[in-house]
């Protein structure tokens, strides 16, 4: 018998759930999703799927194009308001965990409950749903993402380094674009790519709060296969458009953040 | 190496044990597994279907339920093989597919000798009554109709043999498609009456007074459409016809649409027609409130938006739901515009892939719901049409003792179920002076009932001929598909957005720039 094949209750035994775990549930299904995407009604192999999102013919691409504009508003403010917020905090309230545990109370409540209510509150108040609703509803979901991981790298900034810069002359503005700014980057990666993704992805903000009238490419990967039986193929080249861009989102961080101590969570 | 063997031994003694449990179930008693619609049922434990099995097998019955929530679900579950099933209850389009897929067995329901023959020899029929006779024949007939015979397409030994759905297939429910609308608001904007309605058509729903121009532009912003491809597209067809924009146009036979019949038309899905509706839809963006499917009532309720296409069972609800002591009325009301409308069934097939010891179960199941009393139950329940005639509902006095209770009409008292059965079956009431009167100006008498003849005395009568049976779009699924995308998809532009946002950043990145500037300066 191969010395190999012998089962010994190792610590890496304990991994072994784990990797059958990821094998069945993020290996497996993505497998599917791209042989889908080669296959048409008749499960013939084709290239129709994808001649048919990048021609625009469903209004794919545009809807992408759309997605991502969402996408990069909703964290450009995002990041906006959650700086100077995570920043305030660290500054003034570190030792306060309660200001931050307020910040991270919404989370607490399931999404959608918060969405439906955040509808209901513009409709008492006569608001138009449309873009300008769906983007509230996307910075009110996603900014503790960006606050959070801005919050931890802005604490654990070393005080004697702001201490050395205004020992060394900066004023107020000078220390924090030259040493507490820097020192952020890791954050504000991190907090970008947690607002980035999941924001170009979601279907049930916009369904919700503009009453599906903005049709985002979650929206439309989730009717290609929800509500059709035959366009399944469609819909996994738009998944794996949507992949190859998680990916490259991904990528972009580890390049820019050679830090590695709060680099990605994802 | 004794590890793994031992590992192997414990893993092997775990399955044989978990075998031999469900090996013991099977075989103690009788069971059934259904497979309906989400909410389509009036018990989901069926405790008074195991009575009835007992009472006529003298045999006790384990019943699994397990639901669905869209006829695309149902027919990826069942053609991709996870298909335990003994009975499944989807729409007539998808039967249509699952026949050409020869997925189900024919089981000759309306042949009460072939129907009852198929039991096996150990159930004693004499307590059986085969209730086929309670099934509205005009559902029957109407399906004939649009399906005629229907090929098999998959390949095997019944490639290319024809046959009728209704050998395959017991209608259960049936509903319309029409206008859920509230109508004090339309009385508010001015434009709850009759003839401006009815000159509307299909129109209300594009706000289009039906010649091209606005209804009222207080209806902008307030339409809710289905966020289903079938019914807007069905929706959208029948509004092209009234408002006169398929006028000349032909289909790629050259047959004007204008000639067809509503079957006909909501069946020609063909490359010229698909244009036509993908424009009207795109163009209907502006109008529109949004598009839903769960929360549609909800708006409508609240007073989030006015009108919306919507299923009759769906509307009653609503309707139900509406009342307004404000008014003394209810606020919403539900109608099928004149001339044109759609009807859809849902029924019950057997899968091939049914567990055949299960069989007399399914017989007796599906007999079952044709039963009066199990058919007013389950049409209170759901809100839907059963496919159980009116008469025979009207005929049975358990069956109507169910309704009015559930309905909170005094059964004792002949005057309320009177008004009762005017309500229910007929949508109106007498006045004062004893006139048939409908509940709401607009609206049809026999919405509920399109197929009976009881209405027919009252004038807002309508004819099922209006009504139309959509069937699968076949082999322009897809180009279905990707028009309703396309104009899913369109009237949004995220690029100002965009443009706002550099221009916000650019002018934040200034002034730091500016100030940091001027500070270094000093």
């Known amino acids: 018998m191969n010395k190999k094949f012998k089962f010994r209750l190792t610590r890496r035994a304990f991994a072994y ?78 030792s306060n965990r309660v200001f931050v545990l ?46 959070l991981p801005l919050h931890t790298t802005l604490v654990s900034i070393d005080h004697s380094y702001i201490e ?52 985002l490419f979650g929206d439309a990967i989730n009717m290609h296969f929800s509500k059709t039986t035959n366009s399944f193929g469609v819909g996994s080249v738009m998944s794996l458009v949507m992949l190859v861009l998680v990916i490259v989102a991904n990528v972009i961080v580890n390049l820019t953040s050679k830090d590695e101590e709060v680099s990605s969570v994802l | ?94 039967i249509q597919k699952l026949i050409e897929m020869d997925m189900l067995i024919p ?37 004939s109709d649009t399906f005629g015979q229907i090929e098999i397409t998959a390949q095997g030994d019944n490639q290319g043999k024809k046959v009728s759905m209704v050998d395959y297939f017991v209608p259960y429910m049936y509903g319309t498609l029409g206008i859920l609308y509230n109508k004090y608001a339309f009385d508010e904007l001015g434009i709850y009456d009759e003839q401006i309605l009815n000159d509307s058509n299909w129109g209300i729903l594009f706000n289009d007074d039906g010649n091209g121009n606005l209804l009222h532009e207080g209806l902008t912003g307030n339409i809710l459409m289905k966020d289903s491809i079938r019914d807007s597209y069905a929706a959208t067809v029948f509004y ?33 027609l698909l244009e036509v509706v993908k424009d009207a839809l795109t163009e209907q963006k502006k109008q529109l409130f949004g598009y839903e499917v769960d929360f549609g009532k909800d708006d409508l309720l609240m007073g989030n938006a006015i009108v919306d296409l919507a299923w009759s069972g769906d509307a009653m609800y609503a309707v139900e739901e509406s009342w307004s002591d404000e008014y003394d009325d209810y606020e919403l009301s539900y109608y099928v515009p004149h001339s044109t409308g759609n009807i859809w069934f849902d029924g019950w097939v057997v899968p091939k892939t049914h567990n055949p010891a299960h069989f007399d179960a399914i017989k007796l199941f599906i007999n079952y719901l044709n039963i009066p009393v199990s058919a007013a139950q389950n049409l209170l329940e759901i809100g839907y049409s059963s496919a159980v005639k009116a008469d025979v509902l009207r005929n049975d006095t358990d069956a109507m003792e169910v309704l009015a209770e559930g309905y909170e009409y005094d059964i004792d008292d002949p005057d309320s179920m009177q008004e009762f059965e005017m309500y229910f079956f007929e949508n109106s009431y007498l006045d004062e002076n004893g006139e048939i009167v409908c509940y709401d100006e607009i609206s049809d008498s026999n919405w509920r009932y399109p197929f009976a003849s009881a209405a027919n005395h009252n004038d807002d009568f309508r004819n099922i001929d209006s009504l139309g049976v959509m069937r699968d779009f076949g082999d322009k699924n897809k180009a279905v598909v990707t028009a309703w995308n396309y104009s899913r998809s369109a009237g949004v532009n995220a690029l100002p957005l965009l443009g706002w946002t550099a221009l916000a950043v650019a002018i934040a990145v200034g002034i730091v720039v500016l100030v940091y500037i001027i500070k270094r300066k000093n």
């Not at chain 1, 004023?171 to 790519?193: A, E, H, M």
């Not at chain 2, 198929?118 to 004499?126: E, I």
């Open chain 1, 17 to 94: 759930p784990y990797m059958i775990f990821l094998l069945l549930f993020v290996v497996v299904p993505l497998v599917i999703i791209l042989i889908n995407a080669f296959l048409d009604d008749n499960s013939k192999f084709t290239f129709a799927n994808f001649a048919e999102f990048f021609t625009d013919a469903g209004g794919g691409l545009t809807v992408l194009g759309n997605s991502l504009i969402i996408g990069l508003v909703t964290t450009v403010i995002c990041l906006a308001i959650g700086y100077p917020c995570a920043y305030f905090l660290a500054k003034y309230h570190a």
């Open chain 2, 240 to 272: 092209l016809l009234e408002s006169g924009r398929l006028d000349g146009l032909t289909d790629e036979n050259g047959v004007l649409y204008t000639e067809m019949s509503v079957g006909e038309l909501i069946n020609a899905v063909d490359d010229g």
């Open chain 2, 1 to 94: 190496m004794k590890k793994i063997a031992s590992l192997l031994f414990v893993i092997l003694l775990v399955c044989f044990a978990a075998a031999l449990l469900s090996a013991c179930d099977v075989s103690e008693k009788d069971s059934l597994v259904i497979y309906n619609w989400a909410d389509y049922i009036f018990d989901e434990d069926l405790e008074d279907f195991k009575d009835y099995y007992k009472q006529v097998t003298g045999k006790d019955i384990d019943i699994t339920y397990v639901t669905f929530d869209t006829n695309e679900t149902m027919l990826t579950r069942l053609t991709k093989g996870d298909s335990n099933v003994d009975v499944v209850c989807p729409s007539e389009y998808a």
């Open chain 1, 164 to 215: 050395a810069a205004e020992d060394l002359g900066a004023d107020k503005l000078n220390v924090f674009l030259k040493t507490v700014l820097p020192l952020s980057v890791p954050g504000i990666v991190s907090g970008i790519t947690m607002t980035f993704i999941p924001a170009i992805s979601t279907f049930a903000i916009s369904e919700i709060l503009s009453s599906s009238k903005i049709f």
């Open chain 1, 102 to 147: 307020m910040f991270i109370l919404p989370m607490w409540v399931n999404f959608l409950i918060r969405t439906l209510s955040t509808k209901a509150i513009f409709m008492a108040m006569d608001v138009d749903l449309g873009m300008g609703t769906v983007l509230f509803g996307m910075v009110y979901n996603y900014l503790p993402y960006m606050i």
């Open chain 2, 107 to 143: 089981m000759y329901y309306f042949d009460e000798q072939r129907y009852t023959d198929a039991f096996s020899s150990n159930v004693n029929l004499d307590l059986y009554e085969h209730n086929s006779d309670n099934v509205e024949e005009g559902i029957i007939e109407k399906v």
